[in-house]
């Protein structure tokens, strides 16, 4: 008896040593995982286990980019925790997948002047690091408050977009339940955005051999003022009073896909008091950009808009810029479009020919919208 107790107490001492040692261990690799990563610099503060639950929790993680031209390192992300565990739910389907949490990460896209193969080559060895540390396939993906930012350190002003407050779940990604629906994964997301508010949902066939998905998406109520440094940027002009909104639809099936885009901008107004200290020709380039949106907005609606229809396969996307422009003047002179999602793609329109394709030019300008509008999410 006493030898039987001397060797339960040795496999209990063994059992809780390896678990304090254990997450040391972890932390040791995964920080030379991230040392021995090319095109990357990284490191982990701590890691914390549930064995219990199958799970372990990092701490603190950063991870800087390298610029492959002047080896410089920029920030490309970060996240105070990051739960990494098995989907126990999964398991009475018969798979043995995992689940991600993210709590507050922040991703951050830069423009910097890199070379596309070592883009690339960066690109795929940062999927590797994910596959390190995550070894089972990723079935459940959720980020909480998390934010995405572009950023352009070579424009004049310093660009710097993003999105905040993010939420986003992806269900279901390796077909673990419902595998016999066509659509079987869903993404939602939502954000804020100066003011506004973004909301994407998107449904889809992460095992499909072409890309398989429906979505829709809406942009709201930007302050388009905010946006000034992007707009000086890249368009050499600023607002003094704007909204931006932006509605699509998108679907894919068997190589091809159909969709459109609409952005929309109301009450704007570019010259102002503020512009009274701009040189002559930034006025004149301002006073051309205010005209011509006083000229093709719909007088009404105070409402500037298009829309751009999008379709083909993914080898040759097309867009139809000729609708776009006309859109701009059915919009301003004949009917204003109106601001929300269409409800007028899903799967089955990647394959279909709808009599409007038909229509000419002016036959599109000229018709009035007889859409129905259907809930088809």
Do not use: C
Request: hydrophobic share 40%; no cysteine; net charge positive.
């Amino acid at each position: 008896m006493k030898r039987k107790y001397k060797i339960l107490i040795g496999v209990a001492v063994l059992l809780i040593t390896i678990r304090l040692i254990l997450p040391y261990v972890v932390l040791h690799y995964a920080n030379k995982t991230l040392a021995n990563m090319k095109g990357y610099f990284g490191h982990i503060d701590d890691i914390d286990l549930s064995i219990y639950r199958g799970a372990y929790s990092i701490n603190n993680i950063y991870l800087n980019k390298v610029d492959t031209v002047s080896k410089k390192q920029t920030g490309f992300f970060k996240s105070q925790d990051i739960d990494i565990s098995l989907e126990w739910g999964a398991l009475f389907h018969g798979s043995i997948v995992g689940k991600l949490i993210f709590d507050s990460p922040k991703l951050i896209f830069t423009k910097d002047k890199v070379e596309i193969g070592d883009v690339k080559k960066d690109t795929t060895d940062f999927r590797h690091l994910l596959k390190a540390f995550m070894p089972l396939k990723v079935n459940r993906f959720e980020v909480n408050n998390g934010a995405i930012h572009y950023a352009d350190n070579t424009s004049n002003p310093k660009v710097d977009i993003s999105l905040k407050q993010t939420h986003i779940l992806a269900l279901n990604l390796t077909n673990a339940t419902n595998n016999k629906v066509e659509l079987p994964s869903t993404v939602t997301a939502q954000a804020s955005v100066y003011e506004g508010t973004l909301n994407f949902n998107m449904k889809f066939n992460a095992l499909a051999t072409h890309p398989t998905f429906d979505l829709n998406a809406e942009i709201k109520n930007t302050n388009l003022v905010l946006l000034n440094d992007f707009l000086r940027a890249y368009g050499k002009f600023d607002v003094n009073r704007g909204t931006f909104s932006l509605y699509t639809e998108m679907a894919a099936k068997d190589g091809k896909f159909v969709g459109y885009v609409k952005p929309e901008i109301t009450n704007l107004k570019v010259l102002g008091p503020k512009d009274k200290d701009d040189s002559f020709f930034h006025k004149v380039w301002e006073s051309v950009v205010g005209a011509a949106a006083f000229v093709f907005k719909n007088q009404k609606k105070d409402l500037l808009a298009t829309k751009v229809t999008i379709k083909g396969n993914f080898k040759d996307p097309k867009t139809k810029t000729l609708d776009a422009v006309w859109e701009v003047l059915r919009n301003a002179f004949i009917q204003a479009l109106m601001p929300s999602i269409d409800n007028e793609i899903n799967i089955n329109s990647v394959n279909s020919v709808k009599p409007e394709d038909h229509k000419t030019i002016f036959q599109k300008i000229f018709s009035k919208d007889k859409k129905k509008v259907v809930n088809k999410k």
